[in-house]
Structure formats: structure tokens, C-alpha cells
């Protein structure tokens, strides 16, 4: 499966086709993956189907408000565990399980009392309604001339996100700025037949995403290690010390990879040619 429209059919059919596939990964992985894995994936492919819907969300204002919230709210019902796996896996990337025993401990423990079995039926319904509503999507006055407005509408938004966080960099800043940058990310990745500009992009909006959800993961790993510190005699302040040096690197990456990507108000949207989408599918 590639997160990818195919620009040689109709937009509408397009549309439909990945958001069944989204939805069907979603339901493979609660069938076939681990807790932690599953609640990964069903978030993810959640976060892909608003950026599907939110392309072109001008079109289909009332449609786009239903489903959006449906996806939403089927992600944040998982967004405690997923939570709590983040910032065990974020102590993970400083250092192995030994050297901070007490704390991944901690850690380890926190994430297995969020797994919660009830909530992964629960997101199971909400997927198998969401994929039974795909048809009726009011899509039939698409055309693809449509997705311009809203890949530029994305970079926009992106733009501004950072422009705030810069302004203020806070952890609040950071997370808006992250959602506005993978919507923009997947935004490219669908339009990499259409748009010649999408595919170069994708790489590095990838890394600053990534990035960004490193940095906040740290930011709220060092505050779970503060409220708890009477549990982690001599490591808080080791791992603190090891965060914070990871969140300046991270933060100057985010900048550095910011400037590099939206220098322009509002991005060049020039045809992918046939030719030339006969060429990149090839590679």
C-alpha cells in the first residue's frame, strides 16, 4: 500500500480508494499487531485520513467536519497509551535500559497500565463505521485542480505554525507546528503524480516532522520525571541533563530544516506531466 493518489483516474475515485486502504490497514494492524504497535498504526493511519479529507476540505465543508471529528476522536481514545509508549521510547533513544534501570522501569510499567483492550474495540467500530460512510462521501464535483488549493492551503498553515513557534517555543507551538508539517508531508506524498514540486519535499518534511515529535516527547518525559523524582534517586537528574542536550540539537534542526523549506509564501504548483510520472513510478 503507498499513501498515494492516482492521478489517472478521478479524483473522487482516488479519494475513495486510499481512504479504504487506510482504514483497512487500520483494522489489519488491531487484528494482527501487539497492543502498542496496534494503538501506533491506528493513530497514524488516523492522522493520514484527516490529511486526506483536509485536501479538500474547501470542497466538502460538511462532509470534512464529520469525518474529521469521527478520526479525531477515534485517535484521541488511543492517545493516553500511545502517550505513555512515547516517553518510554524517548528514554530509549538516549541511552539502553541499564544505564537508567529505576526509570525505564518506571516507564515500562506506566505504558502497560495504558493499554487498555476495551479502547481498541471501540476504535475497531468507529473504523468499520467510517468505512461504510466512504461511498457517500460527496465527491462528484471534484476535480484535480481542486488539490492546488489545498496543498498551498497546507503550506500555509505550516508556514504559519512555524512563523509562531519561533515566536514562542513552547511545547503548545511545537505540536501545532508538527501537526501542520505532517499535514503538509502527507499533503505531498498524495500529490507526488500531480504536483511536480511534492516529491523532492517529502524527504525532508519527513525529517522535520520526525524531529519535532522527538523534541516533544523529551519535553514531556523530562515533566513526567519531575513530578515523579522522589522515585528515581541519582538518575533524574542525569537524564534530564541527556534530554536537554537532545531537545537544543532537535530544536536547531527543526529551525535549520524550517528555513529550508518555507522560505516562500505560497509554493509553486506546477503539473506533473504524464511522461514524467511514467518515469518516477518506474524508479
Known sequence: MTYRLNRDIPLADALRCTAREEITASLDALQQRPGEEAVHEVRKHCKKMRALLRLVRAQIPDCYRIENAHYRALANSLSGTRDAVSIRDALLMLAPPERFPNTFAFLQQNAKTQTDPEALAAAAEMLRQGLSRIDNWPLAQLHWRHTKHGYRQGYRRARKALSRARAEAGLEQYHELRKRVKDHWYHCRLLQDTWREATPRSAPLK?????????????????????????????????????????????GEVKQLGRTLFTEHTPHCKKNSPRRRARENKS
Do not use: Y
Open 207 to 251: 525529517q522535520m516532522a520526525q524531529a519535532l515529535g522527538d523534541w516533544r516527547d523529551l519535553k514531556l518525559l523530562c515533566a513526567l520525571l519531575s513530578r515523579h523524582s522522589e522515585s528515581f534517586s541519582g538518575e533524574l537528574i542525569p537524564v534530564i541533563n541527556t534530554a536537554q542536550e537532545r531537545i537544543v540539537k532537535l530544536r
